[in-house]
């Protein structure tokens, strides 16, 4: 056993600076089963030095095959088209295919595996002499990706292929042992195992990075969308083996068939063509919407005569103005024509619909909309609309059994032993062992403490049938209710009230007027001006402005959701309570319960906190510790001129229990936190004036930082340390404090998913109970990191979070640190059950999703999906705007959890 602090230190070792964690079974909350990598590795993260052993254990199913690697060298070419920009991965592999069955079939035997766009990976050497390099031409006939131009002969592509590295897979072996770093050679035969396992399928199949796509399971959702079953793979590293990961996926698909009829489909007109008729009064709101929608479609032209082959699918660029006969062009020979009559008069195709749009495809050539089919298979690589979400989810949720069952079936499909690149590789999947099977535990709960009592949690449930351990009180306040008298009148009013106090008294919050202002009002107005007004009749009433304004909303009223926000966090600082008008309508005590988890907290109460003596890390007196939830989000694909937001949370009091929270605006799409010393600086403030004044500690700075990082990927984990953490200890050294850091990323976005090998040790919905925690055979084999599963399931199969320790002053051991996380998933306040990941990392990910209401809803920054379409000077421009209109929090909601 190497104890983690023997060897070099640092980053890896070769940087030098402070210990990247302690021996195995040391540093604090407890110890472990130690583990040995050896001393000379080195890592990005802290160092794996042991495993938990706390907890019950569990025996749990996995989504992982285990597999042989080869034992053959690997050789790996780069591959350059000369003579072209960047192509389409699927035209890029349709190139190769002709390339090794067509053009050199001597060269490529056995065939080569490539990824689509820089990788080929070959299991023999090829013949390309001294140079390691050689030069081919590639043409594809008409039928292929590219139709002849009409006059010339099929377009030849020139392709290099350049030997550039031998990988010997015993690289792997070793780092599977914990005997090799985690380099670059370890990631290119990595990379090449995953070529491998996909390329069969790749070619057979539509796919998207990881997953492709089979029409064997489908859901037709409308709006000219279908849903496919897809399955995820992906070759990973685990403790002492190699193991591909395998999951169901989700393939949203354009619908197949006349592309006239998709368009209709998607704006709700079906079998009313002339709708797609400018000249009939198609708004052009709903045109740029359509074409949205459709650009970046392959459509296949429909011929004259039906006899002949199809030709060449294309491309859409983007959609006519007008309709085809009112679209003219200038002929080649002079004189112009309208679109609709070149069809008629060259093509001998009179069009059914002249009036209805046409397409502009790459070629820039214009296509009535009614000749164009589309091919079956293609993914729509945008967001789904969110009126189709629950349709999505309805189709990707399976319980947990199922879900396996499908991933057992996913093997059929994937047929690694019928693959012949699989095979000549060298790799053989254990498909007859089945799923692997492993040991995990499950934690115990902490308690929580409500009102002078403690509660333990079963499931990850926690009954409030108890006073909040800190009740706030609502000393004025007013009803505004934007939902129409007719449907929610004054009787509906008086329940709410009546609901609402009671709710508050039985967990213990004040409410000093129990007979509020209320008032109806028009959601067409002016929000901020009517919630001044409601306000200011509030003090007349009883001398004093309302501490709490309560919102009633029609059912689509996000707009006026926002407004709303914009006026109580930016403009006036004064807490707002949104509520459905369909919820709250004779709604049970429950519903008001769960209104009250959220009100007392942003009217400056503690709803509950972890008993002190069931997390001694973060309770404990001497080593004041601060956590910090720090995230960010960009804009949806395709969104050009839009900012990224940025978001830090962090807890004031000694109990982590009340966090406070900053948000900004950065650069589009940069991952890295811009404004982190900043922000980093003004939580530090925040925590030692809260506990200097309000707690009266004598030691008011944190000894310890804590710092969870959300939607980060392992490829920017070195960016995490050489970036952000030293903002980070710049805030620290600019207030002259001097706190140990520990830094751990948390991630969602993975296919891991565990399932209880005894059903009845699940918990209600069939999945591992809450606190199952994954320390061994599919974590990485020389990093700290684990598995935690913390919440109670619901629907479907639940997702555990992904723990990567980065950086650790604190020698945290593994025990230590995984029951403080799963301590911190219960003191989410707007919950009675514990989340899935940490309370300030679910917090930073809510502040940042809200940081557009810190714009004014009168100002005129578009957030719609029109203002998509930019060049980089009109993005850029944009961008600059989104920066100079967002508003600071006004100062009475900086100390509060405004955003629960």
């Not at 035209?91 to 035997?109: C, G, K, S, Y």
Request: glycine share 10%; net charge positive; charged share 20%.
């Amino acid at each position: 056993m190497a104890p983690r602090g023997a060897g070099p230190r640092g980053r890896g070792g070769a940087r030098g600076g402070p210990p990247r964690g302690g021996a195995a079974g040391g540093g604090t909350g407890g110890g472990g089963a130690a583990y040995a990598t050896s001393p000379h590795i080195t890592t990005v993260g802290v160092k794996r030095s042991g495993f938990g052993v706390a907890g019950r254990r569990l025996e749990v199913f996995t989504n992982h095959f285990s597999v042989k690697i080869p034992e053959a060298v690997i050789h790996h070419y780069d591959v350059i088209s000369p003579s072209e920009k960047t192509l389409p991965a699927r035209l890029n592999m349709e190139l190769i295919t002709q390339l090794q069955r067509v053009v050199a079939p001597d060269i490529f035997t056995p065939k080569a595996v490539y990824d689509g766009r820089k990788n080929l990976f070959a299991a023999r050497e090829l013949p390309f002499g001294d140079t390691g390099s050689r030069e081919f031409e590639v043409i594809l006939s008409g039928n292929g990706p590219k139709a002849p131009v009409e006059g010339k002969g099929p377009k030849p592509y020139r392709i290099r292929l350049t030997k550039v590295a031998e990988i010997n897979p015993e690289v792997l072996a070793r780092f599977l042992e914990g005997k090799q770093s985690h380099d670059n050679a370890v990631l290119t035969a990595i990379t090449a195992l995953n070529v491998v396992i996909r390329m069969e399928p790749t070619l057979n199949y539509p796919f998207n990075v990881r997953s492709f796509f089979t029409d064997r399971e489908t859901k037709d959702i409308g709006s000219g969308l279908i849903l496919w079953r897809g399955y995820f793979q992906s070759v990973r590293p685990g403790i002492q083996q190699m193991l591909i990961n395998v999951d169901i996926s989700t393939g949203t698909m354009y619908k197949p068939g006349p592309l006239l009829d998709l368009c209709l489909e998607f704006l709700g007109r079906s079998g009313q063509p002339l709708a797609l008729a400018p000249a009939r009064g198609l708004p052009d709101r709903e045109r740029i919407r359509l074409q949205r929608f459709i650009t970046g479609i392959r459509v296949i032209t429909v011929s004259a005569d039906p006899t002949a082959v199809s030709r060449t699918p294309r491309v859409i660029k983007k959609l006519s103005s007008a309709g085809a006969s009112d679209l003219t062009f200038t002929m080649r020979e002079g004189g112009s024509l309208t679109v609709a009559d070149y069809f008629r008069r060259t093509q001998n195709r009179p069009l059914q619909y002249p009036g209805v749009l046409c397409v502009e495809v790459g070629s820039g050539a214009l296509i009535p909309l009614e000749l164009c089919r589309v091919p079956p298979g293609q993914i729509m690589r945008k967001q789904v609309p969110p009126e189709k979400t629950k349709d999505v989810l309805d189709f990707a949720t399976k319980k947990p059994q199922d879900r396996l069952a499908s991933i057992r079936n996913g093997l059929g499909v994937l047929q690694y032993g019928q693959s012949e690149y699989v095979r000549q590789f060298g790799m053989v999947v254990n498909e007859t062992g089945g799923a692997l099977k492993l040991g995990a535990r499950v934690l115990q709960p902490p308690t929580l403490k409500y009102g002078g009592t403690g509660v333990l949690t079963h499931d990850g449930i926690f009954r409030v049938d108890k006073k909040f351990f800190r009740p706030a009180n609502i000393n004025q306040w007013a009803v505004i209710i934007y939902e129409r008298r007719q449907r929610f009148n004054d009787n509906n009013v008086q329940d709410l009230i009546a609901g609402l106090v009671q709710a508050c008294k039985s967990v213990g919050m004040g409410v000093t007027d129990p007979n509020p202002y209320f008032q109806w009002e028009n959601g067409q107005g002016k929000i901020a001006d009517q919630l001044r007004a409601a306000g200011m009749a509030c003090r007349q009433k009883t001398g004093h402005v309302p501490n709490l304004i309560v919102v009633v909303l029609p059912e689509g009223g996000t707009d006026i959701y926002t407004a709303v926000k914009h006026f109580g966090d930016i403009t006036m600082g004064v807490a707002t309570q949104c509520l459905k008008s369909s919820k709250c309508f004779r709604a049970k005590p429950q519903y008001w319960a769960n209104v009250c988890l959220k009100m007392n907290v942003k009217l400056g109460g503690i709803n509950t906190i972890p008993d002190p003596s069931s997390v001694s890390i973060l309770t404990d007196p001497e080593k004041p510790t601060i956590v910090m939830g720090a995230d960010v989000i960009h804009p949806a694909p395709g969104s050009e001129g839009r900012p990224s937001f940025t978001s830090l949370v962090a807890n004031v009091d000694s109990d982590t229990a009340k966090y406070i929270a900053d948000s900004r605006v950065q650069t589009s799409r940069k991952e890295m936190i811009e404004d982190l010393q900043e922000m980093a600086k003004h939580m530090l403030t925040m925590y030692m004036a809260y506990r200097r004044n309000a707690e009266r500690k004598a030691n008011a700075a944190p000894k310890r930082i804590i710092f969870y990082r959300d939607g980060v990927s392992e490829g920017q984990f070195k960016q995490v340390l050489e970036q952000e953490l030293p903002l980070l200890k710049a805030a620290c050294e600019e207030l002259n404090i001097n706190p140990s850091i520990t830094v751990i990323v948390v991630g969602k976005r993975h296919h891991v998913r565990f399932f209880p090998v005894n059903e009845r040790e699940g918990d209600r919905s069939g999945n591992c109970p809450a606190g199952t925690v994954v320390d061994r055979e599919v974590a990485h084999p020389t990093e700290f990191d684990f598995y935690l599963q913390s919440h109670g399931g619901l629907l479907g199969t639940s997702r555990p979070a992904h723990y990567n320790v980065l950086y650790d002053e604190n020698n945290f051991s593994p025990d230590g640190l995984q029951a403080l996380s799963f301590a911190l998933c219960h003191v989410y306040a707007r919950s009675t059950r514990s989340v899935s990941i940490p309370a300030p990392v679910y917090y930073a990910d809510i502040v940042c999703t809200r940081a557009k209401n810190h714009y004014d809803p009168q100002g005129g920054v578009d957030f719609s999906d029109s203002a998509t379409n930019l060049d980089d000077s009109q993005a850029d421009r944009t961008l600059d705007a989104f920066k100079r209109g967002f508003k600071p929090l006004h100062k009475n909601m900086a100390t509060v959890m405004y955003f629960s």
